[in-house]
Nanobody, 117 residues
Framework: EVQLVESGGGLVQPGGSLRLSCAAS????????MRWVRQAPGKGLEWVSA????????SYANAVKGRFTVSRDNAQNTLYLQLNDLKTEDTAKYYC??????????RGQGTQVTVSS
């Protein structure tokens, strides 16, 4: 059974940083491209970032490019997202997923990031 467990979210002031983690189990993690998506209140899922199977190729949504960094540790079956220079518009629940648009399924329960002064 695929399990994805996100953690690391919290309340942070604008300009602050967080590091999100996603612990994966139940599948061969290194065989899958991984993605982060987010969902703000009242909005749909928004793709944030992707990383290829070995971590050498990454991509980002324009809204986060230059501020967020995705990485992975295949030995630890863990995906990361470093969030820097956070803005109020980054407030959302963040999910890791092996899935693609539009469903981005399966994904975990998510971790809440709230950016507020």
């Amino acid at each position: 059974e695929v399990q994805l467990v996100e953690s690391g979210g919290g309340l942070v002031q604008p300009g602050g940083s967080l590091r999100l983690s996603c612990a994966a189990s139940g599948f061969i993690f290194s065989n899958y491209e991984m993605r982060w998506v987010r969902q703000a209140p009242g909005k749909g899922l928004e793709w944030v970032s992707a990383i290829n199977r070995v971590g050498g190729g990454t991509s980002y949504a324009n809204a986060v490019k230059g501020r967020f960094t995705v990485s992975r540790d295949n030995a630890q079956n863990t995906l990361y997202l470093q969030l820097n220079d956070l803005k109020t518009e980054d407030t959302a629940k963040y999910y890791c997923t092996t899935g693609t648009s539009p469903s981005y399924w399966p994904r975990g329960q998510g971790t809440q990031v709230t950016v507020s002064s």
